[in-house]
């Protein structure tokens, strides 16, 4: 049996707040029963998604009202001080209560890791949370972190990023031993940073799967479980990957819709440009989580329509399940002792 | 009418050597008929792919002999001390007795930029040779440097990769005031790290056309010319693309050839996948440049065909025509007092 778990919903983030994550929740309510949710946000905005859910899911669904709402480019400062009644952080707080296992929220990344940090706190012998994003590989998928939230990162970072990166896919993929690759250059003379370097050498001693240095390519190969990387480093990467993937796609819908002849080519390879593109659509990725916490956050993508608000929701559900923020604060504690040592 | 130019042409580089460098030199040859090769390699074994070249070319192709070729995995310091005579060295130490206007090689890319480095030198004002590439965006083509030669960049040397970089679009584009963006990350909260921020007050000062902050995905969306960013995020995301684009190409190989019925459409479809293959040839974007060296040296990639190797020569023979080192010099004279005067 599935364990109950309560998500508290921000339903006012993301470019089409309650019109996405009202019926993804519904939908996601409907798929996992044991579960409940917390819709947070306006009222009056809510109300007209809610239909007849309130009836279908009796107990299973509850409205947490909040006034406030943080802005897509809202400045991280003024969401975190400024704004104690939003939706975003009346959803945090509901996880620290204890009233929610975990938070999910399509709205500004900055304001909801500042948010995060500040009401939940770091686990014990986290520096700084990370982001980790999932990416589609040949052989399945990649976790990738850090992903914007740290520029400057020392090789403690990095190896904590693997610990928490290997502790998410264990919780998510339920894979025992996760591997673990370290972003790197291929270049023999001037192989990575003397913080890479150096974090090759504590991943190497941490007693996670680590597979040694991987590079670029390697995300896509799916190479390892887990890719590690500074947050500048995997924000440009991710970005990249983006506009690859926009501008391939872009150039095969122009390539089929040039005239007559291949717009009846394009209608017979119909089915298998359909199953090409599932295969890699982006929905089934969203859901990106804050790591490091006391406490499951979930970062959907701003553009995230129904069905991929209803993944986010799932890996928040999974990640809660799981007890993901008790196994990173278990991993740490059995590792930390090693990076003073050797010092 | 285009000027005379004379490539030295490392015949010994790459996977597949003479075997694809010879007849690719000859493809250049006959395209641009104005200019000269220097075949340099050991001589039996371009003696079998020369067929009747000598006698086709006359005095426009001629054989320099060296005795030893630098593996594709040799060390860097064995290729640059140990090997006086290799195929790579001779060809550098060509453009340096002014005997030819460029070398090109598919070989070992640290053992040609330790190499060119140490025989030709840097330009007045350079810091570091920076390996710039080009990459297929949406709206044409984007030069990307630093590819790989420098992990840890001061702004200083950010600021001469955008000099660089523009100049190299420049020579090859015949672009007036190419736009040069920084790389950095989305985020407000953390927008990138202390060397970034100042590397882009460097750039706003040095009279380029610098159109600010670029993110990962404007390298695709040819949101900027020239993109800047460090060696280790630039290596990273060329590595990153490469393999995206592989295992997109793969898995479209793939649902086409899943059955009958789908190997049907991909017999209806194939004008069309053709075309759009085309767009992206990656041969097509052959020829890195090694920018900031008193001399003009082309890296193609190892694998390179017929075709690509042929652009890389092509990319050589323009800068060379353009001058591209000595205009590199004169934006660096005319721009480096900024920086020590800022400080």
Redesign the interface.
């Known amino acids: 049996m599935t364990m109950a778990i309560t998500l508290a919903v921000d339903c006012m983030g993301g470019d089409h707040g309650a019109a996405v994550t009202l019926p993804a929740t519904f939908d996601f309510l409907r798929k996992d029963v044991a579960c409940a949710a917390i819709l947070v946000g306006r009222e009056e905005v809510l109300r007209p998604y809610l239909g007849s859910a309130l009836a279908e899911f009796g107990p299973r669904l509850a409205i947490r009202p909040a006034a406030e709402t943080v802005g897509m480019?809202e400045?991280?400062a003024s969401a975190l001080r400024g704004k104690k009644d939003s939706s975003m952080r009346v959803a945090i707080d509901l996880v620290k209560e204890g009233l929610a296992d975990a938070a999910i929220s399509a709205g500004n990344?900055?304001a909801l890791?500042?948010i995060s940090r500040f009401v939940l706190k770091t686990l014990p012998g986290i520096d700084r949370p990370a982001i980790c994003s999932i990416l589609?590989?040949?052989r399945g998928t990649t976790y990738v972190l850090d992903l914007?939230?740290?520029?400057?990162c020392t090789p403690e970072h990095l190896l904590q990023f693997g610990i928490m990166g290997a502790m998410l896919v264990s919780a998510l993929e339920h894979r025992e031993r996760p591997s673990v690759g370290l972003?790197n250059?291929?270049?023999?003379?001037?192989k990575?940073?003397e913080v890479v370097k150096r974090a090759a050498e504590l991943l190497r001693q941490s007693g996670l799967n680590f597979a040694g240095n991987v590079?670029?390519?390697?995300?896509?190969?799916g190479t390892t479980d887990v890719v590690v990387?500074d947050?500048?480093?995997g924000?440009?990467?991710?970005?990249?990957?983006?506009?690859?993937?926009?501008?391939?796609g872009?150039?095969?819908k122009e390539?089929?819709s040039?005239n007559l002849?291949?717009r009846?080519?394009?209608l017979?390879?119909l089915?298998?440009?359909k199953?090409?593109r599932r295969?890699?659509d982006h929905r089934r990725y969203n859901g990106a989580s804050l790591l490091g916490l006391k406490g499951v956050v979930v970062k959907s993508h701003g553009s995230a329509d129904r069905l991929a608000f209803f993944c986010a929701l799932e890996r928040a559900a999974e990640a809660a399940r799981q007890k993901l923020p008790e196994k990173i604060a278990l991993r740490m504690a059995a590792v930390s002792p090693a990076p003073t040592l050797c010092d």
């Open positions: 480019d400045a991280v990344t900055g890791m500042a589609p590989s040949a914007g939230a740290n520029v400057d972003l250059i291929g270049e023999e003379e001037i990575g940073s590079e670029g390519n390697d995300i896509f190969k990387c947050g500048f480093v924000n440009v990467t991710l970005k990249a990957s983006e506009g690859l993937a926009q501008m391939i872009g150039a095969l390539e089929f040039r002849l291949t009846f080519a394009a017979v390879a089915p298998v440009l199953s090409f295969r890699f």
